[in-house]
Structures are given as C-alpha cells and as structure tokens.
C-alpha cells in the first residue's frame, strides 16, 4: 500500500491543491494531507483557522476517489525537527509530495522519499493570489472548489481578511 503526504497551508484550499491532489489519487492508495501552519489563523497570510481549512479540504474533496486524512500540524520553531514532528503527527507514509523547497529538503534529509508534483496555473492558483483578490473586491471564487466558497461565505471569511487589513 502506498499512503503519500502533501502538506500546505491552504490559506484558502484552491484549484491548484485540488489538482495536484486529484493526480495523487491516482498513484496512492491513500493520502495524508498535513494542514500546516495549524496555529496560525486571523492574519494577512493565514486569515483561516486549522478547522476551517479542514472543512474546506473535506468538503472539496468528496469525489476524491482516494481515502485521505487530514491532519493539522503545528509548526515547530527549528526547522531540523520539523519532518519528525510531522511523522509524529501522522500514519506512517511512503513519499512526501511537496514543491515547497524548505519542505523537500526538510524531507530529503529526514531519508524520505520526495516528489515534486507539477503545480497548477501557480500564477493564478495560489493562496496569495486569491487573498489579494479577496481583499480587492475581484472575482476570486473560480479560483477554488465550490465547497470551498461555501465555506468562505459560511465563515463571513472575506469580511474577515478585509477587517484584518484595516489599518489603525
């Protein structure tokens, strides 16, 4: 059995995660996704919650024909322990999938496998790109799932990152 991890922030879970995703399930039996930065929540770069993220990923994901586990991790301020903390955290996986340089690194000197999946429209596709919009009143919401606008909506997440971005 071939259980592979991806981890993200998912600051929102967007078209690109889905993709990636979506090529995964075709080559893993099962799939862990590591919900990173899982303390981090009402700021410019990480406006949403740990479980309001778990419920974007699962929500988005009912068609995955893969089972999967979402699991929150905390970051862990020395990047040398990190991969051990994340092993701590989660089932036992074959290959980590990450293009984040950090992560493959921090995974590659751990002694674990590591893929770089082929990423998405990245200029359009990434949390950055969609919070900007949101922020900017632009059309955003063809960029993720419809379950995940859902929950945006759900959460007043817009109203959220706008109030955030007030200044004094």
């Not at 770069?45 to 990923?57: D, H, K, Q, S, Y």
């Amino acid at each position: 059995m071939k259980r592979g991890f991806y981890v993200g922030r998912f600051q929102p879970y967007h078209n690109g995660h889905q993709a990636v995703l979506s090529e995964l399930a075709r080559t893993c039996d099962e799939i862990i996704l590591g919900v990173g930065s899982a303390q981090l929540s009402h700021t410019l770069e990480n406006p949403f919650t740990a479980g309001e993220r778990v419920l974007m990923i699962t929500r988005a994901l009912t068609d995955l024909r893969c089972p999967y586990y979402v699991i929150p991790i905390e970051d862990v301020q020395r990047n040398a322990l990190w991969a051990a903390h994340v092993r701590s955290m989660t089932p036992p996986f074959d290959t980590c999938y990450s293009s984040n340089p950090l992560v493959v690194r921090l995974f590659f000197e751990a002694g674990v496998d590591v893929q770089s999946p082929a990423m998405y429209e990245r200029d359009r596709h990434s949390g950055t790109e969609i919070r900007r919009r949101m922020l900017a009143g632009e059309p955003w919401e063809n960029l993720v799932p419809p379950a995940v606008v859902t929950v945006v909506r759900e959460i007043d997440g817009v109203e959220r990152l706008r109030e955030i971005a007030r200044a004094d």
